[in-house]
């Protein structure tokens, strides 16, 4: 039964801390007042308050009637300027990144755990070499190898005629025309470096404030860590409310510190750096191996034992050699989370980019050597990349799986996304991003060059790019296709759910004469909002369809050798047309898709809507520290937590009063994740409000290992006080399913009415919208949840003025 709640009494000082949350918020309408004052922090990430309110912890009777509000804007983190909306296309990095953190929980299998790590990291690394193979794919193969070599080619493009073979001139020689293009893919790793370099400065490279997991009094025990006498967790602070026992809380047995509460978890700057080493190394060793295959091919036939080719098997043994250190790299360890890993492998962060650096100048300088007998036809020798990288994906997708269903198979939870595979599943879908952003670009760039020619079909001005990449282009109207029956099923299932929600939703308001309009706005409203719960089995579904499709896609080209349209040359005139209309259409498609990336990001910062529809996906997946992929967009969190952590901290113990963060929507989850940095003296004067979160729904479906029913379960027990609102119309948010536990109420309140009015009302004399997932501080039930936690707890503690932490620096770290 759960305990009613005491009495509201003026406990001293009181603040909320609210944080918004996706698509970004301007103080003004966080605190409802368009005075503002910045008291800590910076353009990039600071505290707000009201100007009446800036010195209200030196006036406290001013708030006897209500906490002092306090905004925390971090927006800019994640969109800031318009250049940020380029991020989107490393896409493909993040989402990679995200199946590092989407594995399965565990306890006891730290080998499992390891492995599953390193498959991860070993596809983000393919990842980088298929970026960059496309890279080299339109600089060496189809611009300097095929159009340059071209003369009908090169004189369409006035900007090639000093490298065109039929001007005999300087560069018209092969090897000196890849050595010149090599230039573009290299300049991109060094493009995709200098941004992780950049980012890297100033997120993980900054190391998080210090000072405030310092112990205060009545910690119970706790270490100044935040950990317990034993070392092994936090201390539960007990049943701590308002009156004397607030003074002395009940010390819980010490349980396992939660992963996101370790020291060193929002600090990666160890493994960041030594991965962008290691990607830097591949992508110019990749650049480099097509520099020397190529070479390889006209030295092997023109002079099989000479001195040539003897250059050419020194510097591939050289290339091979580099490839091994870059996996021994990659493999060889991950994060360090139990505590602040300060140390850096300056030797292997310098000397690992640049030696490979080296070898692709040497490799560079020896293709160009003159071969006055070498032309150029058809593409070019040993551009079989594609394809290894395509069977390499796919062994690991299905390696990765393999160790995620061992891990899932201990403790299933029904509420796991895909049944623990959802890492492998998103990893796929990272393969499948990478795939269509890097043969769109080989697509587009072959049909310009080709002019009115169709590339691959051989009445063209070049012979176009290799034929896997027209082959993974034709697979995508059949998978578009193989889409349309979940979609189907969808839609029909939530006309449905909107026409059984129809009695239920008079019921909730009690409507004497329904209004059928406006039921069946509602009801409606909550069978879309139902949606999101799909999302797995769509997310199966293509990931599942692309690992076939894809493994058909290898087969076919290599069977074959030809573009599908030429490979059904034989077939029945049904058979021939449907190839020949998939690699149109599908050459189509996958060009459009990554101008589509381009453009959904441009907009996702200029319209409101937009980044509102793209928000969520965006800053879910920039919340993980770079655990994968250095390449991918930074994290927000490890500038955002460590600000909320130390603005609670310093705080609490400059003023000795109580403390509600309220969190909403990925702002709940910013919220949750300071919480469990906080030591235990410090949690037990802050409780948590979220509303709208996607802590269950989103994060504990998707993240089981980090906010599985365990870990929120674990946080309901560690902080002293936790309620959470949701509304059925929501898309994003919902329950967190936790339950009362002893003293400790259910941390879900009774599901929100919305509109909160049904007709019109004295109250509400117009028609009151369906609010879903935005304005929940508009509900009376918000301010009832927020003064609620306030009497929970414990009064203020006098003020301690000598010796407290300064709010200088407390935002942690520049944004850059």
């Known amino acids: 039964m759960t305990p009613a709640p005491p009495d509201p009494q003026n406990g001293g000082a009181a603040l909320e801390l609210l944080v918004h949350g996706v698509g970004g918020a301007t103080p003004a309408d966080m605190l409802d007042d368009p005075r503002t004052v910045r008291v800590t922090g910076d353009r990039t990430a600071a505290m707000f308050r009201r100007r009446d309110d800036v010195d209200a912890e030196d006036h406290p009777e001013r708030h006897a009637d209500g906490p002092v509000p306090e905004a925390y804007c971090w927006s800019n983190l994640t969109s800031g300027n318009g250049t940020r909306a380029l991020w989107l296309l490393l896409l493909p990095f993040m989402v990679a990144n995200l199946a590092h953190w989407m594995r399965p929980p565990a306890e006891g299998r730290a080998r499992l755990v390891r492995l599953y790590g390193v498959l991860v990291r070993l596809i983000a690394l393919t990842l980088t070499v298929l970026l960059t193979a496309a890279a080299c794919e339109v600089a060496l193969d189809l611009t300097a190898w095929q159009c340059a070599g071209s003369g009908a080619c090169a004189a369409q493009r006035s900007w090639l005629g000093f490298l065109s073979a039929d001007r005999g001139g300087w560069w018209s020689q092969p090897g000196r025309r890849l050595a010149l293009a090599a230039v573009v893919p290299a300049a991109l790793v060094g493009l995709l470096w200098y941004l992780s370099n950049r980012t890297w400065s100033a997120y993980e490279a900054q190391r998080p404030p210090t000072g405030y997991d310092a112990d205060t009094a009545g910690s119970s025990g706790a270490g100044p860590d935040g950990v317990g006498p034993t070392g092994l967790g936090p201390v539960d602070p007990g049943p701590t409310g308002p009156g004397p026992a607030a003074a002395a809380p009940a010390v819980a047995p010490v349980v396992l510190r939660p992963a996101l509460g370790r020291p060193g978890f929002w600090f990666g700057r160890r493994l960041v750096a030594r991965l962008r080493a290691a990607h830097t190394a591949a992508g110019f060793l990749t650049v480099a191996a097509a520099l020397a295959g190529a070479a390889e091919g006209y030295d092997h036939a023109a002079a099989p034992d000479g001195g040539q080719e003897l250059l050419d098997r020194l510097l591939q043994g050289a290339i091979g050699l580099g490839a091994l250190l870059v996996l021994t790299v990659v493999c060889r360890r991950g994060r360090s989370e139990k505590r602040l890993d300060l140390r850096l492998e300056r030797a292997l962060v310098s000397w690992l980019p640049g030696a490979a650096l080296l070898l692709l100048t040497l490799t560079a300088l020896h293709t160009g050597w003159s071969r006055p007998g070498w032309t150029s036809t058809g593409t070019l020798p040993g551009n079989t990349v594609f394809g290894a990288v395509t069977l390499a994906q796919g062994g690991l997708v299905v390696a990765l799986g393999t160790v995620a269903l061992l891990l899932h198979r201990p403790r299933r939870d029904p509420r796991t996304a895909l049944h623990g595979l ?148 034989g077939a029945t005139p049904a058979l021939a047309s449907a190839a020949t209309a998939a690699q149109a259409l599908g050459s189509w498609m996958i060009g459009f898709g990554f101008l589509l990336f381009v453009t959904m990001g441009r907009r996702a910062y200029k319209d409101a809507s937009a980044r509102r529809t793209i928000g969520i996906l965006w800053d879910v997946g920039t919340f993980w520290p770079r655990a994968a992929h250095p390449f991918a967009p930074p994290c927000y969190a490890e500038r955002a937590v460590p600000d909320l952590t130390w603005r609670m901290s310093s705080w609490t113990r400059r003023t000795g009063g109580r403390l509600v963060i309220s969190g909403h929507s990925q702002g709940s989850v910013l919220a949750a994740a300071a919480v469990w940095q906080l030591p235990p003296a410090t949690r037990s004067r802050v409780a948590l409000l979220t509303y709208g979160s996607p802590l269950e729904r989103l994060y504990g479906r998707w993240f089981p290992a980090y906010f599985g029913p365990r870990a929120l379960r674990g946080l309901h027990r560690t902080v002293h006080c936790w309620s959470n609102l949701y509304r059925a119309t929501d898309p994003i948010g919902g329950p967190v399913r936790v339950p009362a536990e002893g003293h400790r109420p259910a941390v879900d309140r009774p599901e929100l009415l919305d509109p909160v009015a049904y007709g019109r009302t004295r109250e509400h004399p117009l028609p009151e919208p369906i609010l879903g997932h935005s304005d929940y501080q508009a509900d009376p039930a918000f301010a009832a949840a927020r003064s609620e936690l306030l009497d929970r707890l414990p009064p203020a503690l006098p003020r301690q003025r000598d010796n407290e932490p300064t709010d200088q620096g407390s935002s942690g770290r520049s944004s850059g």
């Open 422 to 569: 959802g890492g492998p599943a998103t990893a796929m879908l990272a393969c499948a991003l990478g795939g269509v952003m890097s043969g769109g670009v080989a697509q587009r760039v072959a049909d310009w060059l080709d002019g009115s020619g169709t590339p691959g079909t051989g009445d063209g001005l070049i012979t176009g790019p290799p034929v896997l990449l027209s082959w993974q282009a034709s697979v995508i109207p059949v998978l578009l296709l193989l889409l349309l029956l979940p979609v189907g099923l969808l839609t029909v299932r939530t006309v449905l759910a909107s026409r059984r929600l129809r009695p239920v939703v008079d019921a909730d308001y009690g409507a004497a004469d329904p209004d059928r309009l406006r039921t069946d706005q509602i009801a409606a409203g909550r069978a879309r909002a139902a949606l999101t719960d799909s999302a797995p089995l769509l997310i199966g579904v293509v990931s599942g369809a692309t690992l076939l499709l894809g493994a058909a896609s290898v087969v076919g080209a290599w069977a074959s050798g030809n573009v599908p349209g030429r490979a059904f040359d």
